[in-house]
C-alpha cells in the first residue's frame, strides 16, 4: 500500500501515527542526532497497539497490573518518548521532547529505566529488551499463580528489531520463551532489512519466522503499516496459548527521502528533505506541533484504562488487611521483617558447630531458610543447579503447569538468565537470583552490568570462584573476575570466607533496592572462620579485623574468601616467630570505601607491612595495599599472575605459591627489608 | 539397534571406538573427575570421521593443508586425547592419557590449543569451538582463493553437544556460517537430549533441525551408533554447498549403567559399573591397554594421510620460491619487512601535518597503508563499519561470489565475530581484525578472554571509547571497559593519544604472535601531540615523557588516549602559574608494566604529586598512582566515578569534570597540601 492509499483508508489511525513520525523528527534534528527510521517505520504498530491493546492508565505508570511494553530496539527512543508524551505522560513533556539527548533531560538516548517511571527497562545494547521481557513475563504468571488474576493479568509487549534478532542472546531468550510458553509474551519484529550497514542481506538470512516457529513460537507475517492486520495480529496473538512473534513488514524511514537505506536508520537532520517527507505524511503545523484534535485523540488513549485501573484498585482493596500489606510488601521489594533474625539464628548456629564446607553449600544453607520466608524469591541456574548449590527444598520448578514454581532450569544460557532475572526484578515483585560459574559471569557481563546502570538488586551466585575449581583447567578458573565485578559501578561484589559471611552477605543482598550484587563462593570446603557469634553484620561493613595481632602489630594481612583460611593458617606461623599479625577479612570492598575515614583506618593502619592474598589477579588491589599513605616496599600481593591450569585443587594452590607459607615468607622478607622491584608482587 | 548388533555387525568398527570408550572411563576413573559420558556417547562419529573423511597426517599435526577438527563440547576431551593417542600422536602419549588432569599433562580437563600441536583450539566454554570453527572455514576459503587449490583445500569438521546449541553464540555463529555458505563445515550435533540439570526438555525444546535449516544449513538426522549412516551423512555434507548440521542420535554413556542419565554426563568413578561398562563392550583387557591389533588399526588410519600430505609437500615444492616463501611467511604470522618502514613513514607525515582526527580515523589511515602490504589482514565490523573505520578501499567484501575479498560484514554479533577471528587466527594464514563500540566488548567478552588464553594475536578495533561518545549514553559508554581489558592476562590494551600513537600500536598488535591487542579509539577529534618525529616506536615502551616540566618538577601528569590533551593543556596552565609539570603518556600499561625498574623510575621518579586522567574509573590506577613508594595524599585522579549520561561530548566533559581546568586544581591542591581522603579522587 502506498502512503496516500494508507492516509485515505483510516486517516484517524494515520494522523496519530504521523504525530509520532513529526516528533521524532523534530527532536533527532533538534539534537543532531539520534536515529529517525525506526520510530518513523514502526509508529504504525505502536499506535495501533497503545489505541487498541495495551493496558495502561497514563496518569498511572506506576500501576502494577499494567501491560508492559518494552522497546528492544532502544536506538529507536523517540518512539517511546513520542508515545508518552502524546498519552500525556507526566514526566514526559513536550520541553523533554525538546531536550531530546540533552544533560539532565529524561529523554536519553536511549530509554534509561531511572529517568521516568514509564520507561520500563533500559534498552540499547541489542537484544537485552527481548530477553528482559522473558523475565516480565515469567513474573507476570508467578504473580498470577500466587496473587491471583483479579491483581495479575496483563501482558508484555516488545518492539525487536533486527539487531536484536542476530544477537545470540535472543537465541537464548526465544528458547527460554518457547519452553515456558510464555503466552503472554508478544513481539513485534520490525522486518525493515536495515543495518547500519547496508540491508540484512550482507549479513544474515536467517529466515526468522521459521527459527522463532523452530522454538515453539506462534508466528505471523503482517504488513507493519496496515493498521488492520497489525490489530488483527495482536488479537490473534493474545489468543495463542504460546508467546507470538508478529513480523511486521515496515519501511524504516516511511515517506523519507532516506526510506528503505541504512541512512533512513541513523539521524535525518535534512532540512529540506524533513520538511519533504511532513509535506508526505500530510503534516503541516511547526515544530514539535501536534494539532489540538489528534493530541487530544491520543490523551484520550491514555485514559482508555483509567477505569479498569480503578476497578483494580477496587478489587486490591477488597482483599484482606494482610493480602493487600503482602502485595504492598512484594511489590515494593522490601525484605520481611524476619529476615534479620533468621540470619542471626543461622548464624549463630553456625558460629557454634562450625562446619568445614564450601560457600556454595553455604549458600544453599542460607538459601534453605531464607527462601521459605521470602515468597519473592525465583531462583536458578544455568544448567550448573547441584554445582551453583541454589535449589532448596521448598522451592518447586516454575513450569508451564506449576507456575507457583521458584526455581527456574534456565538451560545453557547464562546470558539470557541473567537478562530474564533484570526483567523479573524491574517487573517487581520478584527478588531473582541465579547461578552459574564465576568464569562465565563472561557470557553473562552485558546483562550483569545492565543490573548495575538499571539499578536493580538481581543476585548472581558465581560458585567455583577460583583456581580451586581444579581439574577443569583455565578455561573455567576464574582469575581476572573478581576485577572486573569490582571495576562495574553500583555493583555489590561479596567473596565471603565462610558460611557466617555468606549469610551476612546474602542478608545484604537480599535487602538491596537499587543495586545487584555478586556473590562469589568456593567449590572447596572452607573451614568456619567466624566461631565467635556476633549479631552485627560485619560484612556490612566491607571489612573488618577478624583475628587480631599478638604483641607488637607488624603485619597486616588482607583477604577474602578461600584465602583468609590461608591468612590465618599464616598468621599462626608469623605469631609463632614473634611477628605480630593481624588479619582483616574483606568480603565486600564497595561497602569498605563506604565506611568513613576513621574506620578504614582502625582496620588499616600505617605503619604495619601489608599482604593481601586473593587466588586471583593483583588488579585493583593496590588501592588496599597503599591505603591512605602506604610505600611500595611495605607491601605484597600473593595470587596469580596469569591463566591458572588444569590439576587438583591443591596442587594448584601449591604450585602457584598461594599457600600460608608464600604469605608468611613474604611478611618475612617485607618486615626484614627485602623488597622486589617486581610490579606484580 | 542395541549395542549386540552393533557390534556384531561392524566389529572392526566397533571395537576400534571401544578403545575411545575404554581409554575414556579408565583416564576418567583415574583422574576422579572429568566428563565419561560424551567421549562414550560420540565415540562412533570420531571414528568413522578418522577412519574415513579426515584429512591428516598423524605424524605432522602442524601440516597446514589438513582438515580441522574441533571439539566445541570440549568438556569431552577424552575423545580427542584418546584418538590423538591411538592415531599415534607424538605428543598425546599414553603417558600422558594417564596424566589426564593433572599437572603438567598435556591432557588438560579441557583442550588447550597451546599444549599441544594437534590440539586446534581451547574448548569448553560452550559454543566456542563452533564459533572457532566458522571462522576456520573462512580461513580455509580465504587462503585457498589466494593460494590456490592445490595448497588449500580442506574440510573444518565439529562435534557439538546441546549445550553448545542454547548458548547464544550458537546463533551468531550459524547465522554467519549459513550467510557466508560456508560448504566445508560440518558439525555433528552429538543429540543426547541430556545436560548436567536432567534432560534438554527441563529447559528447552528447540527443533534443531529445523533451525538450523532457517539459518540456511544443509541438516541431516542420523543415529549417531550406525557406522554406515554416519560415513553416508559425511559423504552426503561433503557433496553440498551449505554448511552442513548432521543430528547424531546418541545415547551418552552408551552401554554403561549411566546411559541416557545426566549422572553419565559427568565422571564415571564407580569400579564396578565401570567393569561391567567394559563387559558390555567386549572390552577385556586392563586399564589403559588397548589390544595390539586394535592399536595398530588406530595407527594405520593415522598414516592414511601421509601420502597426501607428501604429495603436497611437492606440490609445494614445485612452486616458484617467491611463493614458498609468500605462503611459509603467511602460515607463520610473520609481518613483511617492509612494514616497520611503511609505519615510520606514516608517522612522519603525521608529526609535520598534524592532523585533528578521531583515533578511530587514525586506525583507518593506517589500515590504509598497512592493508596493502599485508595480504594476510581479514578486516571487518559488527554493523559499525562507518562508526569503527575498519574498513579500507582496496579490501574487497569477503562473500559467498568472492573469496579474496578480505571485509567481513559480521551483521550485529559481537561475539560471533570475535570467536570467529579466533578461529581465523588459530587456522593461521589470517589476521584478524574487527571492530565495534568499546563498551561491547562485553558482548564479546567470553571470546576476547580466550584469544589471550589461546595466545592468538587477534586485534579488537574498539572505537567511541568512552563518554566522547555523547548521546548514545551510558548504556554505550564505556566505563569500566578498559579495567576488564586491563585485567585481563596476556592483552596488549592500547589507547592511543593521536594518530602517531594509533600507529605505533597498530604496528605492535600486527607484529604479535602469541598476545592479542585491544585498541580504545575515541569518536572524537584529537590534535597531534606527537609533532616531533621520532623513528622510535615510543608505545611500544608503553608510557613515556611526551613532555617534561619546565623549571622545578613539582608534578607529573599521566594520561591516556584522549585525556593526554586535556593533559597538556592543564601543564601549560600550570606551567604559567610557575609549576613545573611532566606530562606522561601511558598508551600501553602492560608495555611499560615490561619496562626494568630504571625505565620505570626514570618516567615516573618519585617526589612530585601525581595525577591521573582517564575518561575511564581509577580501577588499576592505584599501582601509577603510588609508583615504587608513592603517598595517597601526593596523588590524586580524574576520571569517571560512575556511569556516564547523555547530552554532547563536551557537555558531559565539562559535567563530569575531566577538564584541564579540573586537572591543574587537582595539582594545585596536592602541591599545596590540600588532600581530601575521598577513596575514589
Not at 194 to 216: E, N, P
Amino acid at each position: 500500500m502506498d502512503i496516500e492509499t494508507l492516509k485515505a483508508q483510516n486517516p484517524d489511525h494515520w494522523n496519530k501515527a504521523a504525530a509520532i513520525r513529526a516528533l521524532t523528527l523534530d527532536a533527532v534534528a533538534a539534537a543532531n542526532s539520534g536515529h529517525s527510521g525506526m520510530p518513523i517505520g514502526m509508529a504504525d504498530v505502536a499506535t495501533v497497539l497503545y489505541e487498541k491493546h495495551l493496558k495502561f492508565d497514563a496518569a498511572r505508570p506506576d500501576w502494577h497490573d499494567r501491560d508492559r511494553f518494552i522497546l528492544s530496539a532502544g536506538h529507536g527512543s523517540m518512539l517511546l518518548y513520542s508515545l508518552l508524551y502524546l498519552v500525556g505522560d507526566a514526566e514526559i513533556t513536550l520541553d523533554q521532547v525538546k531536550n531530546f539527548r540533552q544533560w539532565g533531560a529524561k529523554t536519553a538516548g536511549h530509554p534509561e529505566n531511572f529517568l521516568a517511571q514509564a520507561i520500563e527497562t533500559t534498552t540499547g545494547p541489542l537484544g537485552q529488551g527481548l530477553a528482559n521481557s522473558v523475565g516480565f513475563a515469567m513474573a507476570e504468571e508467578a504473580l498470577r499463580a500466587r496473587f491471583g488474576k483479579k491483581l495479575v493479568d496483563h501482558h508484555t509487549y516488545v518492539i525487536a528489531g533486527d539487531g536484536c534478532l542476530m544477537e545470540g542472546i535472543s537465541h537464548e531468550a526465544i528458547g527460554i520463551a518457547g519452553r515456558q510458553e510464555l503466552s503472554r509474551l508478544i513481539v513485534f519484529w520490525d522486518n525493515n532489512n536495515i543495518t547500519i550497514d547496508g540491508t540484512v542481506d550482507l549479513s544474515d538470512r536467517t529466515d526468522q519466522v521459521a527459527r522463532f516457529t523452530a522454538a515453539g513460537w506462534h508466528v505471523q507475517d503482517i504488513d507493519g503499516h496496515n493498521p488492520a492486520e497489525i490489530d488483527a495480529s495482536i488479537t490473534a496473538a493474545k489468543a495463542d496459548k504460546r508467546p507470538s512473534m508478529i513480523a511486521c513488514k515496515t519501511h524504516i524511514a516511511l515517506g523519507h527521502a532516506a526510506q528503505d537505506t541504512s541512512k533512513g536508520h541513523g539521524a535525518l537532520t535534512n532540512a529540506d528533505q524533513n520538511a519533504e517527507a511532513k509535506a508526505v505524511w500530510g503534516w503541516t503545523t511547526g515544530p514539535f506541533e501536534v494539532p489540538a484534535e489528534i493530541k487530544s485523540a491520543w490523551e484520550e488513549i491514555g485514559r482508555r484504562g483509567a477505569a479498569a485501573r480503578a476497578d483494580w484498585e477496587a478489587r486490591l482493596a477488597e482483599m484482606s488487611a494482610s493480602r493487600q500489606a503482602e502485595f504492598a510488601r512484594t511489590m515494593a521489594g522490601e525484605a520481611p521483617k524476619n529476615l534479620s533474625s533468621t540470619i542471626k539464628a543461622l548464624k549463630k548456629q553456625i558460629s557454634e558447630s562450625a562446619p568445614s564446607v564450601a560457600t556454595r553449600k553455604s549458600s544453599e544453607m542460607v538459601l534453605e531458610v531464607v527462601n521459605p520466608i521470602l515468597p519473592e524469591t525465583i531462583g536458578g541456574s544455568a544448567d550448573l543447579t547441584g554445582s551453583n548449590n541454589t535449589k532448596t527444598g521448598d522451592l518447586g520448578v516454575f513450569d508451564v503447569d506449576n507456575r507457583k514454581g521458584r526455581y527456574v532450569y534456565w538451560g545453557i544460557r547464562e546470558h539470557g538468565m541473567a537478562s530474564a532475572m533484570n526483567g523479573m526484578a524491574l517487573h517487581g515483585g520478584i527478588r531473582p537470583y541465579g547461578g552459574t560459574f564465576m568464569c562465565f559471569t563472561d557470557y553473562a557481563r552485558p546483562a550483569m552490568r545492565l543490573s548495575a546502570l538499571m539499578q536493580v538488586p538481581t543476585v548472581y551466585v558465581m560458585t567455583h570462584d577460583s583456581i580451586g575449581l581444579g581439574e577443569d583447567g583455565p578455561t573455567h578458573q576464574p582469575i581476572e573476575h573478581l576485577a572486573i565485578s569490582r571495576a562495574t559501578p553500583n555493583t555489590l561484589v561479596f567473596r565471603p570466607a565462610d558460611t557466617v559471611e555468606t549469610a551476612e552477605a546474602w542478608e545484604i543482598a537480599l535487602t538491596q533496592t537499587k543495586t545487584p550484587s555478586v556473590l562469589s563462593l568456593t567449590r572447596q570446603n572452607l573451614r568456619t572462620v567466624r566461631t565467635e557469634h556476633k549479631t552485627k553484620n560485619l560484612t556490612a561493613q566491607g571489612a573488618y579485623v577478624l583475628a587480631d595481632a599478638e604483641g607488637k602489630r607488624q603485619a597486616i594481612l588482607m583477604a577474602t574468601g578461600s584465602e583468609v583460611e590461608i591468612a590465618m593458617a599464616a598468621r599462626d606461623m608469623l605469631h609463632a616467630e614473634g611477628i605480630g599479625t593481624r588479619v582483616v577479612s574483606m568480603p565486600c570492598w564497595e561497602l569498605f570505601e563506604e565506611q568513613d575515614e576513621a574506620y578504614r583506618k582502625r582496620v588499616l593502619p600505617g605503619g604495619p607491612v601489608r599482604v593481601a592474598v586473593e587466588a586471583g589477579i593483583r588488579f585493583g588491589w593496590d588501592r588496599w595495599l597503599f591505603g591512605e599513605r602506604g610505600k611500595r616496599e611495605k607491601s605484597g600481593f600473593i595470587g596469580m599472575h596469569g591463566f591458572g591450569a588444569s590439576a587438583p585443587a591443591e596442587t594448584l594452590y601449591e604450585k602457584f605459591g598461594i599457600t600460608a607459607e608464600s604469605v608468611a615468607q613474604k611478611v618475612r622478607d617485607l618486615v626484614e627489608g627485602r623488597w622486589q622491584a617486581d610490579p606484580r608482587t
